[in-house]
């Protein structure tokens, strides 16, 4: 009779081990909010400005504050790696000629995630074209370039986060009055996520 308790004793223990194993799983697939669709905007204020070195405008440098805003859409590769398209600008206002000016990048995008579902660290990483334009009508031609984008911060919610990015781009424009920037930008900015 001992013998049919301890053996009655020991499949419940173990049934019960197989419940706590599958309510961890259970918790851990309803967690899984990073295996899904991807997309992501963020605004914020930071510092722009730029090494000139060219023919049409001449040689300068310049530094202002700036507006920064990003998009990013694509995907979860797992649940602490997002990949996709990254579209960043910086916009302020160049007091040597003027006129507004926008710095920007459209690349391809990876953030990397402390932990598997929010709240935690982040750093996220963009490669692409940058460029920097005139936006309020001068006609100068717009200079192309390679672009990084670097950034971090921390994220609240799956919703909401906050972190600092850096932007560095060395352009120039492809008409006979060559111009070439080398232009970095850094902003504090607020993410939403869907």
């Known amino acids: 009779m001992s013998t049919s308790l301890i053996l009655l004793g020991s499949a419940a223990q173990a049934s019960d081990g197989k419940r706590g194993y599958q309510d961890k ?3 851990y697939s309803s967690d899984r909010e990073r295996r899904k669709f991807y997309l992501a905007g963020s605004v914020g204020l930071g510092l722009s400005g730029y090494d000139r070195d060219g023919n049409a405008l001449g040689d300068a ?24 398209w990254h579209r960043e600008a910086h916009w302020w206002d160049d007091s040597e000629t003027d006129e507004y000016m926008a710095h920007g990048l459209n690349g391809v995008g990876l953030t990397r995630y402390e932990n598997n579902s929010a709240p935690g660290w982040y750093g996220a990483l963009a490669l692409g074209v940058g460029s920097v334009r005139y936006v309020s009508g001068s006609g100068l031609d717009t200079a192309y370039g390679p ?5 971090g911060g921390y ?4 919703h909401l986060a906050v972190g600092l990015t850096t932007l560095y781009s060395s352009t120039r424009t492809s008409g006979s009055d060559r111009v ?15």
Request: without cysteine; proline residues 2%; glycine residues 10%.
């Open 61 to 84: 440098d310049n530094a202002a504050p700036s507006v920064a805003t990003i998009f990013k859409l694509g995907g979860h590769l797992t649940d602490q790696v997002a990949l996709y």
């Open 155 to 158: 994220e609240f919610n799956r």
């Open 147 to 151: 672009g990084l984008s670097l950034g």
């Open 25 to 27: 799983s259970d918790h």
């Open 180 to 194: 070439e920037y080398d232009t970095g930008s850094a902003a504090l900015q607020l993410q939403f996520r869907l």
